[in-house]
């Protein structure tokens, strides 16, 4: 049976986050601001340093530089409302923001998953053909490999969310997590969502199994490049140009699948610890996975730490 001839329409939702949990959400207010706090910083200065230092005006640093704005875009469309739901307990949230902070989030994730494979291309041609890098990774073929990873994105989160919030809320308003995630919000729905979940579902090839493959067979030619220079000095060189991108792409896409791919339990006790187990490494995709990106990139590339330094003594 239909339940929008049960209730009226909800005019907003009710955020839970770790309601259920009072003892861990001042702890976890300082870890996530603190985090937070380093993630605009680190990425903000590698913003600056791939702008500011001719030396890293290649293609490598331009999609990294990418990444790391797309990283401050997307924590900033979900950190300041988590905080704010661990000082107010059961946070009311309006329907037009929910919608506006799903949009913002799902559009980053999606971009940066094109994004990443475009990182992976641009490792495999300056690697795998050298000689060619130059012309095939011009200036006139990386911006519009950019421009459209975020067209990509953008795009496929107004279809996603669109389609989501056209739905009727009217029973149940009380979302159990942080932010309006969407899958958590399609269970609220009064309605069928099969057309929701075959879009996702589509989407999910796209936007992640697409960019998984290129990724992988990317670096199968890589890998297989590497191996054939002779000497051990230009292995190691190779490897490490490439180190820094595959540990983000591991960690990054590791989560997602840790995240929907694990069984759900029907167990009440064991639901109850597995749902603050997916709340918790959700947490960890927002904000964490942010966070390591510039580290890893830092701390990984002779580069970067030298245009940094300048950047510090000037």
Not at 132 to 148: D, G, H, I, N
Not at 186 to 205: E, R
Not at 212 to 223: A, D, K
Request: hydrophobic share 50%; with cysteine.
């Amino acid at each position: 049976m239909d339940r929008s001839n049960q209730t009226s329409p909800v005019a907003g939702f009710i955020l839970l986050g770790l309601s259920a949990h009072p003892r861990l959400e001042k702890t976890f207010f300082v870890l996530i601001l603190s985090v937070y706090l380093v993630i605009l910083l680190g990425n903000g200065v590698l913003i600056l340093v791939t702008v500011l230092d001719s030396r890293l005006h290649t293609p490598m640093y331009f999609f990294l530089g990418n990444l790391s704005f797309l990283d401050i875009c997307y924590t900033t469309s979900s950190v300041p409302l988590i905080l704010d739901s661990f000082l107010t307990p059961r946070k009311t949230i309006p329907f037009s923001t929910c919608a506006a902070q799903m949009f913002l989030s799902f559009a980053m994730g999606a971009t940066e998953c094109v994004l990443l494979g475009m990182m992976a291309f641009d490792r495999y041609v300056a690697i795998c053909n050298p000689l060619r890098y130059p012309v095939v990774m011009s200036k006139a073929a990386y911006v519009p490999m950019a421009v459209s990873s975020w067209a990509a994105g953008i795009t496929n989160s107004v279809v996603q969310t669109s389609q989501a919030m056209r739905l009727p809320f009217c029973g149940d308003n009380v979302i159990n997590h942080f932010t309006c995630e969407i899958l958590a919000v399609l269970k609220l729905a009064c309605a069928d969502i099969s057309i929701n979940v075959i879009s996702m579902v589509v989407a999910n090839v796209i936007f992640l199994g697409v960019p998984v493959l290129f990724i992988f067979v990317s670096y199968v030619f890589i890998i297989a490049t590497t191996l054939r220079i002779p000497s051990a000095e230009g292995r190691k060189k190779a490897f490490s140009t490439c180190s820094a991108h595959l540990t983000v792409v591991v960690i990054f896409y590791g989560t997602i699948l840790f995240m929907y791919g694990k069984p759900k339990s029907k167990d009440p006790l064991r639901a109850d610890k597995q749902d603050l187990s997916d709340k918790l490494t959700s947490l960890f995709y927002g904000v964490v996975t942010p966070m390591i990106n510039p580290i890893i990139y830092s701390l990984r590339n002779k580069d970067v730490k030298a245009a940094v330094r300048n950047l510090v003594r000037q």
